[in-house]
């Protein structure tokens, strides 16, 4: 669908077009009574639609083109499905419609006021990554508070299709879910799809069957990762985990991962991703079943102690094998954990919710992001510079729904923000 039709689109659901415009090409005034409801699917565009064309009271589909001629580009005149259409309505009429039984289409012209297409071509033919940038500080923080409230959800919403499909994967097991989402998130935005492969790689209860032994955990995620396969380094711990991943893998049938899969130009030593699995393998070791621990853990100070987990003794003077460091304690810092719970345990209380049709976890996942504080990106410090200030990490999650699922795929047209900016008088004179 190009952006002219989904402009169409939008007038025709608001009811935007000038009311006396709305005739059919053979004279008959059309009166909307209800625009029907949006089809995201195939078929028309509108189902159940009532219309009063003339003095008749029709009941039925509406479908809507940029041109006449589009109903036969799309073979419309040869699909059953809209033989229900009982008004094709055009930006530009250019010829005669007819359905598959033969039958000719009412036709309307649609028009867009000058306004609204004016605000429409400046929203979405804006090259800026938030094309109403210049407009957030002076609208109303009613509407803004009220549309990130419902963002955060939906943002919510969307993890938990994710969980779902997992869930499948993983015949409903919640453990191997968390531990997939947890290991996929230890990579922290640059390795995470490096670190959710690694999780792949490796089942959770082939760790949990080590989990009383911190090494061979290690020997498990540091061998998966393809982060042992350096004969030359003569390191003593670096070697045990050799051997220890050596007999593992042949043990359970493993198979390595391609260790430069791994990224690690431009980040810092903190980030570097042998000190973030040493510190995963720690977190898994000493937990167990951590996604029991965490549906029991009801306050943010003890989901945030749960995860100040610190790595085994070498990484004290480690950021990566063989090259030491100043001695210095290295569990994830205050942020990293915060990020954790953020995309982690938020999503995955908020999925158990939902799955189990308990609304507490739901809440509770709620709360864990009110109550943590506004994460620091890129996302983030862009709406703050257009006048947008996040309280909380629940906002800068509605924050980055907006600009993930609306600004970046340019549907200002189907954003509550965007509507706003289009339908007022003077969006275009900034």
Same mark, same amino acid.
């Given at each position: 669908?190009?952006?002219? =039709?989904?402009l169409?689109?939008?007038v025709?659901?608001y ?19 209800d ?12 189902f159940? %639609? ?15 083109? &940029? ?5 036969y580009?799309?073979g ?6 809209y ?7 055009v930006?530009?009429?250019?010829r005669?419609?007819?359905?598959q039984r ?5 036709? #309307? ?10 605000? %429409? ?6 090259d ?12 109303d ?6 549309? $990130?409230?419902d963002?955060?959800?939906?943002r ?7 969980i @779902?499909?997992?869930? =499948?994967r ?12 947890? &290991?996929?998130?230890?990579g922290?935005?640059? @390795? ?9 790689? $490796? ?14 955990? =290690? ?8 982060l042992l ?7 003593p ?6 051997? =220890?991943y050596?007999?593992?893998?042949a ?7 391609d260790?430069?899969?791994?990224r ?12 973030r699995?040493?510190?995963?393998? /720690?977190?898994?070791q000493?937990t ?6 965490i549906?029991?853990?009801? &306050? ?13 003794l ?20 205050a ?9 982690t ?7 158990y ?9 739901c809440?509770? *996942?709620?709360? $864990?992001? $009110?109550?943590?504080?506004p994460?620091? @990106?890129?996302?983030?410090q862009?709406?703050?510079? #257009? ?5 909380? *990490? ?22 509550r ?7 007022? /008088?003077?969006? &275009? /004179?900034h």
């Amino acid at each position: 669908m190009n952006s002219h =039709e989904q402009l169409l689109h939008y007038v025709w659901y608001y009811r935007l077009y000038p009311r006396d415009t709305l005739v059919t090409t053979d004279g008959n005034r059309v009166e909307v009574i209800d625009p029907g409801i949006r089809n995201m699917d195939a078929g028309p565009d509108f189902f159940n %639609a009532k219309l009063r064309i003339g003095k008749v009271l029709w009941a039925g589909n509406v479908e809507i083109h &940029t041109t006449s001629a589009d109903w036969y580009l799309h073979g419309h005149h040869l699909d059953p499905a809209y033989n229900t259409v009982i008004l094709h309505l055009v930006g530009r009429v250019n010829r005669e419609v007819v359905n598959q039984r033969g039958e000719t289409l009412q036709q #309307s012209l649609l028009v867009v006021p000058e306004k609204v297409q004016a605000n %429409a071509a400046f929203l979405l033919q804006s090259d800026h990554p938030l094309p109403c940038r210049d407009f957030l500080s002076s609208m109303d923080p009613r509407l803004i508070r009220s549309y $990130l409230d419902d963002l955060c959800v939906e943002r919510l919403e969307h993890k938990c299709g994710e969980i @779902n499909i997992h869930l =499948e994967r993983f015949s409903q097991s919640w453990d191997e879910v968390f531990y997939v989402i947890l &290991t996929r998130n230890f990579g922290f935005g640059l @390795n995470s799809r490096s670190f959710e492969s690694l999780a792949l790689s $490796l089942p959770f209860r082939i760790i949990q069957r080590h989990s009383d032994d911190l090494l061979m955990v =290690e020997a498990l995620l540091f061998g998966q990762a393809g982060l042992l396969q350096d004969q030359s380094l003569h390191d003593p711990y670096y070697q045990r985990l050799q051997r =220890e991943y050596q007999f593992l893998s042949a043990k359970y049938g493993l198979k390595c991962m391609d260790g430069f899969l791994f990224r690690k130009m431009r980040i810092r030593p903190y980030s570097f991703p042998p000190l973030r699995i040493a510190q995963l393998a /720690s977190l898994l070791q000493q937990t167990g079943r951590l996604f029991s621990a965490i549906l029991e853990m009801d &306050t943010v100070s003890q989901l945030s102690e749960c995860f100040r987990s610190e790595p085994s003794l070498y990484w004290s003077t480690h950021y990566s094998f063989g090259k030491e460091s100043p001695l210095k304690a290295k569990p994830p810092g205050a942020a990293s954990i915060d990020l954790l719970l953020i995309n982690t345990v938020a999503p995955i209380l908020f999925a158990y919710g939902k799955k189990t049709d308990r609304e507490e976890y739901c809440d509770r *996942a709620i709360s $864990l992001l $009110l109550s943590l504080k506004p994460e620091k @990106n890129n996302i983030v410090q862009m709406f703050r510079q #257009s006048g947008v200030v996040p309280f909380n *990490a629940f906002d800068t999650q509605a924050l980055i729904q907006l600009k993930k699922a609306y600004c970046d795929q340019h549907k200002c047209l189907y954003c509550r923000i965007g509507h706003s900016l289009l339908t007022s /008088s003077d969006t &275009t /004179s900034h």
